[in-house]
């Protein structure tokens, strides 16, 4: 870190304004940031600002000591007084990364979690010798899932619905952003309500709502507060979603197709009990990277 004072007299003499440069806006916000009891506030202040000005984190700390202009530090004061407000930072900036890629987020949609990337290694595991698969991804919110998957295999196609049309344009933006608009189709729709069962896929992937209503309250503020309720819960035990999956899912699968679903903590044994073995078989509950059981697949009996 640099030991020259970060706030200075212009030099140029424009009658004394003080300059704040990044070291010392960077200082100010992760005091504000530190006061409202944000973790991480330094880390945050940075995140926010390097967002601001459109450069990495590196950036700031090569150009610590110049000067921010005003209309940048206008808008990164904006944002940390959103941020010391209790908004996620995702929606601060607008971004978060998923899968190696960027993602634009809005409150239409629920921010990319890591875990959740479970779901696309496990759909691409189970469609590693599937030739140019067909792919529907129930609740797609950001379009995260389907994104991610239609990057990493070009000859896959997929449908993405979800029953938000603010999150649907949240996942066109994505789709556009990283190429793969032409082979994904987007379709407003409550579960598979809108969609024709003769066009069957060979794998169905969904992120569902699955918070219990009575969970919603143990959330953190960021999630509560402020992501859409309708991507976290669908109400009473949370596992309404799930069971029309399980129920619905077969009607739009090939003989032999499979169903990938992300489920909440401690629920891996109530969804057990729900699947009917004669429809389905279990192939695996995967257990996310803090060893909770988070991805359940299934495979469609012949
Ligand atoms: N994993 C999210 C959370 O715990 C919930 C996401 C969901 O319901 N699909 O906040």
């Given at each position: 870190m640099s030991q020259q004072p970060d706030s200075e007299r212009d030099p140029a003499g424009g009658g004394g304004d003080v300059v704040t440069t990044i070291a010392r806006a960077l200082r100010e916000a992760a005091d504000a940031l530190g006061d409202a009891s944000v973790e991480e506030p330094r880390r945050e202040a940075a995140t926010l600002l390097a967002a601001t000005l459109a450069r990495d984190r590196?950036?700031?700390i090569a150009h610590s000591d110049d000067a921010?202009?005003?209309d940048a530090l206008k808008l990164f004061r904006d944002g940390v007084r959103r941020r010391a407000a209790g908004e996620p930072t995702q929606y601060v900036t607008g971004r978060q990364e998923f899968y190696g890629l960027d993602f634009e987020v809005s409150p239409a949609v629920l921010i990319p979690r890591p875990e959740t990337e479970l779901l696309v290694e496990t759909t691409l595991d189970l469609l590693r010798d599937v030739r140019a698969p067909r792919v529907c991804d129930v609740g797609a919110?950001?379009?995260?899932?389907?994104?991610?998957?239609?990057?990493?295999r070009a000859d896959a196609r997929a449908v993405a619905v979800d029953i938000s049309a603010d999150a649907l344009r949240?996942?066109?933006?994505n789709a556009a952003r990283h190429a793969v608009a032409g082979r994904l189709a987007l379709v407003a729709s409550d579960c598979f309500a809108a969609l024709?069962?003769?066009?069957?896929?060979?794998?169905?992937?969904?992120?569902?709502?699955?918070?219990?209503e009575g969970d919603l309250d143990s959330l953190q503020r960021e999630v509560r507060e402020h992501e859409p309720r309708v991507a976290l819960t669908p109400g009473g035990d949370g596992l309404s979603v799930i069971r029309r999956l399980l129920e619905d899912a077969p009607r739009f699968l090939r003989e032999g197709g499979c169903l990938v679903f992300e489920i909440g903590f401690d629920q891996h044994?109530?969804?057990?009990?729900?699947i009917d073995a004669?429809?389905?078989t279990l192939l695996e509950i995967h257990k996310d990277l803090q060893g909770i059981p988070r991805t359940v697949a299934l495979r469609l009996n012949g």
């Amino acid at each position: 870190m640099s030991q020259q004072p970060d706030s200075e007299r212009d030099p140029a003499g424009g009658g004394g304004d003080v300059v704040t440069t990044i070291a010392r806006a960077l200082r100010e916000a992760a005091d504000a940031l530190g006061d409202a009891s944000v973790e991480e506030p330094r880390r945050e202040a940075a995140t926010l600002l390097a967002a601001t000005l459109a450069r990495d984190r590196a950036y700031l700390i090569a150009h610590s000591d110049d000067a921010l202009a005003p209309d940048a530090l206008k808008l990164f004061r904006d944002g940390v007084r959103r941020r010391a407000a209790g908004e996620p930072t995702q929606y601060v900036t607008g971004r978060q990364e998923f899968y190696g890629l960027d993602f634009e987020v809005s409150p239409a949609v629920l921010i990319p979690r890591p875990e959740t990337e479970l779901l696309v290694e496990t759909t691409l595991d189970l469609l590693r010798d599937v030739r140019a698969p067909r792919v529907c991804d129930v609740g797609a919110g950001s379009g995260c899932v389907a994104v991610a998957l239609l990057h990493e295999r070009a000859d896959a196609r997929a449908v993405a619905v979800d029953i938000s049309a603010d999150a649907l344009r949240v996942a066109a933006r994505n789709a556009a952003r990283h190429a793969v608009a032409g082979r994904l189709a987007l379709v407003a729709s409550d579960c598979f309500a809108a969609l024709d069962p003769s066009h069957k896929f060979d794998l169905i992937a969904s992120n569902p709502p699955y918070v219990a209503e009575g969970d919603l309250d143990s959330l953190q503020r960021e999630v509560r507060e402020h992501e859409p309720r309708v991507a976290l819960t669908p109400g009473g035990d949370g596992l309404s979603v799930i069971r029309r999956l399980l129920e619905d899912a077969p009607r739009f699968l090939r003989e032999g197709g499979c169903l990938v679903f992300e489920i909440g903590f401690d629920q891996h044994e109530a969804v057990r009990r729900l699947i009917d073995a004669r429809v389905w078989t279990l192939l695996e509950i995967h257990k996310d990277l803090q060893g909770i059981p988070r991805t359940v697949a299934l495979r469609l009996n012949g």
